[in-house]
């Protein structure tokens, strides 16, 4: 069985993904290893067995970390889901090699969403779906 958008899913995004909690817990000089719980919207009627899904963080149109959720399952409605991640906005020129990639573009992305955190924005003004979504979650979910 083939799953697409078009089922009603809305690529999980319907409803933005809200950040409902993170705590660090490790750094070095230019990462932050957090633990977080998200709240993801499922429209549909559809439930899916994920198992462990890793997925690139983005925010502002930056790469700012990677994560990984260990078991993920997607119900319909609601799904809180717990992740470990990895905020290193070094990956993003990393990713995109060009010469021309400024890094401090990405730092400044990272430092944006952890002080929209920190100040509860996220809770009153969830971030947009296309800046803070799991990149291979939308693929697995299309192999299904």
């Known amino acids: 069985m083939t799953l697409s958008l078009s089922l009603g899913l809305a690529g999980l995004v ?3 993904p809200l950040l409902q909690g993170m705590d660090v817990v490790e750094s ?3 990462t932050l290893t957090i633990k977080a719980t998200l709240v993801i919207w499922n429209p ?4 899916a067995a994920l198992g462990e899904v890793s997925f690139l963080w983005a925010f502002n149109g930056h790469l700012i970390g ?9 119900l319909p ?6 992740c470990i991640g990895v905020l290193d906005p070094s990956i993003d020129c990393s990713r995109k ?5 400024d890094p401090e573009l990405a730092k400044s992305a990272t430092r944006q ?3 929209k955190y920190i100040s509860g924005k996220n809770k009153k003004h969830p971030p947009n779906p296309h800046d803070f979504f799991f990149i291979s979650v939308r693929q ?5």
Not at 66 to 74: E, F, M
Not at 77 to 82: A, D, R, S
Request: glycine fraction near 6%.
């Open 66 to 74: 990677l994560a990984a959720v260990p078991n993920g399952n997607i």
């Open 140 to 144: 697995k979910i299309n192999r299904i």
């Open 14 to 16: 319907a409803v933005p």
């Open 28 to 30: 070095t000089e230019r």
């Open 97 to 101: 090699k060009d010469p021309r990639c």
């Open 113 to 115: 969403f952890i002080s």
């Open 44 to 47: 549909s009627t559809i439930t």
């Open 77 to 82: 409605g609601n799904n809180t889901i717990e």
